[in-house]
């Protein structure tokens, strides 16, 4: 029997295992996804909350830095997201991927103790063409075991952070250990931040009042090293990174089934961001942006064309469409995407399969997909 999770059995759950425990809890290779209907988990964790009166996202309010760095705890949802590739000094690719989220259940959310509402769920993954290494980490606010800081900009949960040195994300240092492997890479500005769709403010269907504030940065340059298991000595790398922070409340429509997401550097200076939402007997909604050093260009769904080319069976049996053909015809750029490592699934909390990708055609281009929603 499949069982669908809701955020108050979630919440809890999550008290009961503390009061147990009192410590930190862990979930390694957590198997949601066995017992759940992927999208109706999806939507349960990221719809909006009509029972209570969290901000509305509207337009006409643009994103400003530094003052949106942190966090938005008058809005119902919140997800820094960061993916770096890099290469050590042999040669060898790796991807790193970091996720920070918070969900709000009520608006409690600056009560001290286990009345506050804010939920902290956080996941680090390391991989090659070969293997992957992950964890994910989920707290409760209020008992200071996960939060956010603004004077510098710090976010934690338990003994993962990140820390800046001012109110902007950057420079800022990712460190991150577990029982099993450990990062620590440093992040630097190397191009302007960049707002997506109207300022910031961010559609996300053609006619439904969904959308998101969002912020990215493109072009960011990575040094440090990583810790591939306890007994290995640790690994110098050094590579590109590009980060994005979004914030609502609601970040899915009530129809919406997922979302296809690619990022692609097509070169030094470009980075080419497009994504795919799809919904119920609807046509997806595209939306994305062409970002250089010197300009921003939004792009629309009449600008995009994205196409799903061959259904591959994973590990466990779950088919996914891991090579697609992404068009921007108006600015001549034709790929076909490739995964570096096929078995990319990260059985969180939210699953999705997210990994490093390569591409053929207009571009040779790497970057990295998210899958939601299969």
Known sequence: MKVRVSLKYLIGFLILAALVSIASIVFRDFKFEDEAEPNRELSSLLSVDTKHAFSPVLPNNPVVLPDDSSFHPQYQH???????????????????????FRIAHDQRVDELGW????????????SNDRK?????????????????????????IDDWTWRSLGRNPFPGHLDVKTDTFSLSLYS?????????????????????????????????????????TKETDPIAVEGTAFMSKEWGSGLMSSKQQGWDKFVLKLDDDTTLSVNRYRHEEELPYMFGTLSSKE??????????????LNKTVIEGGRVLPLEW??????YNIDLKTAPV?????????????????????????????QLTGY
């Open 115 to 126: 009345l506050n509402s804010q939920v902290y769920f956080s996941s680090v993954v390391i």
């Open 295 to 308: 300009k921003n260009i939004v792009l629309n769904s009449k600008d995009i064309v994205i196409l799903p």
């Open 132 to 156: 992957v290494w992950r964890e994910q980490r989920i707290a409760r606010g209020g008992i200071g075991q996960a939060g956010v800081s603004a004077l510098p900009l710090r976010m934690w």
């Open 78 to 100: 919140e997800w820094f997201h960061y993916f770096a590739n890099v290469r050590d000094k042999k040669g060898h690719l790796y991807t790193v991927q970091w996720s920070y």
């Open 188 to 228: 630097d500005l190397d191009g302007p931040y960049v707002l997506p769709g109207e300022q910031g403010f961010q559609r996300k269907h053609e006619t439904e009042p969904t959308a998101t504030y969002n912020l990215q940065a493109p072009f960011l340059k990575v040094y440090g090293q990583m810790k591939l």
């Open 325 to 330: 053909r992404i068009m921007v015809p108006r």
């Open 341 to 369: 490592n096929k078995q990319s699934w990260l059985p969180f909390i939210v699953p999705y399969w997210e990994g490093a990708i390569n591409t053929t055609g207009s571009d040779l281009a790497h970057g990295y997909m």
